[in-house]
């Protein structure tokens, strides 16, 4: 008896293990990338460690290079009114749908040391609004064209992130205005 009990809760482990183990977000099916570069505004992200000086008017701008790379430069404003600037570098990793992109922001002697994925799981037909991930969904962005969205298309984009396994609740609305502070 004791023997089918210890089966039991062992099936019984394994399947609630299996069951609550999330699959990757799925990324969108193609990403042009000449659509997709140039200015965006964060209007929402999950807070993470490099950001937590940013205390509003958050941008990412996407400049396409001759090599096939991507020069990144992120802007935001602290509490104090200094723009702080983060360059960096993305790369496609994955060239079938360019929506799986790897970033880095530290070069040492001109080597890239660390690279992070920037996965592109939401974008609209226009290229008005996209959503960035990552596999693990630690990190997660709501970016746009302009500095705010209208509701329905926050509802509509709240949708996508239950549906790739975000929670909408875990995402910081980013204040844009110009006289922020």
Known sequence: MKLVASILVCLTTFVLT???VQTEPEVVEFVNLDQYKGLWYEIAKIPNRFQKKCAGNTTAEY????DGRIDVVNRCMRKDGEIITAKGVAKIADMTTCAKLKVSFVSLLGIRLFWGDYWIIGLD???QWAIVGSPDREYGWILSRTPQLPQETIALINGILVKQGYDPEAFVITRHEPDLF
């Not at 400049?63 to 001759?66: Q, T």
Request: aromatic share 10%.
């Open 18 to 20: 299996q069951t609550s």
């Open 63 to 66: 400049i396409l290079r001759k």
């Open 125 to 127: 037909d226009n290229y």
